[in-house]
């Protein structure tokens, strides 16, 4: 019986031993299905990701040298003379700027910094740090010298960031071509601001037609006859008259763009570009191509200049009176106001305007410059208007217009616009060759003209060996209100060289220059404004590559052809 | 057979990972070198537009001329300096042609 039992017992245990055997490999299945899934998961995970970093995520990781590359980025191309001469680059500067709430002490973190900062003073950091606001600028751009000296301050709470500066290497001698550039890396001025766009939207470099050398003599030269005829200002142009690039371009006074300026300032306007002037007798090559042209007139012509002459309320004087008749090329050369009023009235006004308006005198100049003024002209241009334009009155019109409108006369009479940026091969310089405004004729008289007023004219101060010169004279009282002032002139003098083959103008302007006596008190163009030209041919003449000659052909023919028949002086 | 094959397999397995980590090693290396040549370089682009902008500076012709009449006996150009070169009578030349 107990065997029995016991034997059912056995069976008992080993029945259930056997359904615990069962749900033991049960149990363990399921652990390792769920194991060999979590594993499974943290394997294709991984697997994935390690595909997506060797296969998908492409990006470079050095954020050590992206970091550093703000030169590249947010740059401003670089702008070069025509001969690689760098005129206006970018580098690295750091500004100082402040987290007041950092600063212990801020009496004396303005003390420290006011005595290694130039042009801040203890009283104004102080006031900033004090203001409240959380983040304050202490000073912009401050040089290398500054941003060491600040950093061995050490005062907790000043921080630095690199910021790119805009710099000018060749300071003042480009400020009213180039312009100047604003802490926020917008253009202010000049080409810097025209071209603001195409600077800030493409790194490639910007070469300019202007040439280092010749603009350094242009305004060593202006600068010396500026101080020396005690004038308030000067302006010069020198241009290539078959190509319109402007070589050189000075107006004085001027200023260092790498410093603030005011806007209003003196320093800061183009008196070459902006300022709009009377000219004077430097307008009377116009009115005399448009006549020749129009065969109003021959060179054989000429008018009654024995009195001042009367026309209705007004009455046109000479400055340099021969009170007898005069031919054309004397009108020109001894710079008749009588003469030329005679002949504007034969020429017509629509005549007259049309020319100037070919010649782009009374429009815009399209010159790639942010400060261009508008010519004056007159509003009703009657037949007493014709007449003071004539010699260069009742029209005021920038330096820079008259230089190009001469680059055409000269030039063998084609079309061409003033241009600051080199091989600017946009579409207008294809037809700009082909445009005519005067005939060869006309142009080769004028060029003639020209050269006798420089011989022998109201010019003759501005007559070197070696180069040919021509040009005209102007002397113009100032306006004010209602009239004219005697005491304040502008004198200026076109000259255009070598004459057989005329390959650059030379503009230049001197405002209220005041004799002295190696002028004998004179003030007028002919003393002030010619020599200055002069002085400036013969340094530029060999740099502008053109060749000194010995002989006067040019003028040789002309005088047979023209002038032999009257020249009974 | 199937034993050895095994074995190969797992040797081949272990050549294979460890030259791979190897090659990852040395392009990790790579990278970082490449990294601090890039920042150099960087930082050599950078002193070169100073230089660019001080050799601008220095080079500016008002300098230049005062340097020029303070240590160079020079004297400004006069235009009757300038000629043709054919007027410039090469005696030794033509006799050297004509032996």
Request: hydrophobic share 40%.
């Amino acid at each position: 019986m107990v065997k029995k039992i016991n034997k059912m017992i056995k069976n008992i245990i080993e029945n259930s031993n056997k359904d615990n055997e069962k749900n033991l490999i049960d149990l363990s299945q399921v652990r390792l299905v769920v194991i060999f899934g979590i594993f499974s998961i943290l394997f294709i995970s991984l697997f994935l990701r390690s595909v997506d970093l060797i296969l998908l995520n492409q990006t470079p990781k050095n954020n050590f040298s992206s970091s550093n590359s703000i030169i590249n980025e947010k740059n401003r191309a670089d702008i070069f003379d025509r001969n690689n001469m760098l005129l206006a680059t970018n580098v690295n500067s750091a500004s100082i700027y402040a987290k007041p709430a950092e600063i212990i002490n801020k009496t004396e973190a303005s003390i420290k910094l006011a005595s290694v900062l130039n042009n801040q003073n203890f009283s104004d950091i102080e006031k900033k740090l004090t203001s409240g606001k959380s983040f304050i600028w202490i000073k912009r751009q401050v040089s290398p010298k500054e941003h060491f000296e600040v950093n061995k301050l050490g005062i907790p709470g000043i921080k630095f960031q690199e910021e790119l500066k805009r710099i000018f290497p060749q300071e003042s001698l480009f400020a009213h071509v180039i312009g100047s550039v604003g802490v926020d890396n917008q253009g202010l001025s000049g080409v810097e601001k025209k071209l603001n766009k195409r600077l800030l939207d493409s790194t490639k470099s910007i070469f300019l037609t202007v040439d280092t050398r010749v603009q350094h003599a242009l305004r060593q030269e202006l600068y010396l006859s500026m101080k020396k005829f005690n004038a308030i200002g000067a302006a010069g142009v020198v241009m290539n008259v078959n190509s319109g690039e402007i070589i050189g371009l000075v107006s004085l006074p001027d200023f260092n763009p790498n410093i603030k300026i005011k806007p209003s300032d003196d320093a800061a306007f183009s008196r070459v570009t902006l300022g709009s002037y009377e000219m004077g007798s430097t307008f009377k090559p116009f009115t005399v191509a448009a006549a020749l042209e129009n065969k109003v007139i021959s060179l054989k012509d000429g008018y009654d200049a024995t009195k001042p002459l009367k026309v209705s309320r007004f009455i046109i004087r000479d400055d340099h009176p021969k009170e007898r008749w005069l031919s054309v090329p004397e009108i020109f050369k001894y710079s008749s106001n009588i003469g030329m009023a005679q002949m504007a009235k034969d020429l017509g006004v629509e005549k007259q305007k049309e020319l100037l308006k070919k010649l782009g005198i009374l429009d815009r100049s399209k010159v790639e410059l942010s400060e261009v003024g508008k010519p004056i002209i007159p509003r009703t241009w009657r037949e007493i208007n014709s007449m003071t334009i004539s010699y260069g009155h009742g029209i005021a019109v920038n330096l820079l217009q008259v230089a190009n409108a001469y680059a055409i006369l000269v030039n063998g009479g084609k079309k061409i616009t003033p241009t600051i940026l080199l091989n600017n091969d946009n579409e207008s310089n294809g037809y700009v060759n082909n445009e005519r405004v005067i005939s060869e004729e006309t142009s080769k008289k004028i060029r003639g003209l020209l050269r006798l007023t420089v011989k022998s004219g109201t010019a003759k101060k501005a007559d070197r060996i070696g180069y040919e010169i021509g040009g005209k004279t102007g002397t113009a009282e100032k306006p004010t209100k209602g009239g004219y002032q005697k005491d304040s002139i502008i004198t200026s003098f076109i000259g255009v060289f070598p004459m057989d083959r005329p390959s650059y103008v030379i503009a230049i302007m001197l405002d209220e220059p005041k004799g002295i006596k190696e002028t004998h008190f004179y003030r007028s163009a002919g003393w002030t404004a010619a020599p200055t030209v002069g002085n400036i041919i013969e340094r530029v003449g060999p740099l502008l590559d053109v060749m000194p000659t010995k002989t006067k052909n040019y003028w040789k023919n002309f005088e047979a052809t023209y002038i032999s028949v009257k020249s009974n002086e | 057979m199937n034993r050895r094959f095994y074995l190969l397999f797992g040797l081949i397995l272990i050549v294979i990972v460890a030259s791979l980590f190897q090659l990852k090693h040395q392009v990790v290396k790579l990278e970082r070198n490449l990294i601090v040549n890039q920042s150099l370089i960087q930082k050599e682009k950078e002193s070169l537009k100073v230089l660019k902008a001080e050799w601008s500076y220095l080079t500016n012709p008002s300098r230049i001329e005062i340097l020029s009449e303070n240590f160079l006996d020079l004297r400004v150009l006069n235009i009757k300096q300038i000629g043709d070169i054919e007027k410039i009578p090469f005696f030794i030349e033509k006799n050297g042609e004509k032996n």
